[in-house]
């Protein structure tokens, strides 16, 4: 069916102000089933709220989606976000296999507010000997066990 | 304190291999606190168990510690996890402020057995027109309410 973009970002921009209202960031989300219009995953960023750097408003919202929906991708699904996504949460939606993302601010919006993701962009196109946060390979031999029996499992849900 | 990272990528990868008896991907993780030593958060990959694509077992590890913290910020902890961190979960440790990751398999190790996530970063390198999933601004005027809420909202914690 034809979505109505205006109305689903008008949900997520009150999800937003609401999100304010609230003292935990300025930014809301919601998750529509392209088939039916109906949202099924709405979230406003909790990080400060919940105490949890995962939990913005995309991740929130993509979450209930799938929690609704019982199914952990949303093919038939798009995505309204009041702020262009953060690298976690783009990831988060390439994972979720949403089809289409409408976004009302951008991330130079965001940054000019004190909302920054720039510095993780820069990061992920540096090798990762030159990264801020430092990361090291160790013990690989007692890491394969995992992947050699779940390679053997025959009851397992590929995804 | 000299923290022993043999041991705390064991217990990283004892989750990864619990994943796999639970049937839910191969990948486990902890945040063990700096100055202690102790493990404040534990995860594994719980995708297809809780029908969540973000639950991958940094994402669970971070969020344990951040709770059992409370705190959104690991300015004092280390990561370690069994594979390299997925974009996603990289862009995570960044917001989260964790000092350093340790990993065990490679995301080379991972893409053999099915989980790759070349294709995200090949995505974040495109311009966004470009890009598999089509991104699109629309109603910037209502977006920027919230952003206008935030910056004159005197009560907020700034993250």
Redesign the interface.
């Known amino acids: 069916m034809e979505l109505d ?2 109305k689903y ?2 949900e ?2 009150k999800l ?2 609401l ?2 209202t609230r ?6 989300c919601v998750v529509v089933q392209k088939s039916t219009g109906e949202i099924f995953g709405k979230g406003h960023n909790m ?2 709220m919940r ?4 939990l913005h408003a995309e ?1 929130v919202a ?2 209930d989606a ?2 609704n ?6 093919t038939d699904c798009v995505l309204y976000t ?3 996504p ?3 949460c ?7 296999r ?9 991330k130079t ?2 940054a000019k ?2 909302f920054d ?1 720039q ?3 820069e ?3 540096k090798p990762i000997e030159e990264r801020k ?8 031999e ?6 050699k ?3 053997d ?1 025959s ?5």
């Open positions: 973009h205006k970002m008008n997520a921009c937003a102000e999100s304010v003292g935990t960031g300025p930014f809301g990080v400060t105490n949890d750097p995962s991740i993509i979450s799938c929690h929906l019982k199914n952990f991708q949303l009041s702020c262009e953060c690298p976690m783009l990831a988060a939606i390439y994972w979720s949403i089809d289409a993302v409408y976004y009302g601010n951008t919006d965001a507010i004190g993701d510095f993780i962009y990061e992920f196109a946060i430092k990361m090291t390979q160790i013990c690989s007692v890491a394969n066990i995992a992947f029996e779940w390679v499992k009851d397992k849900v590929p995804y």
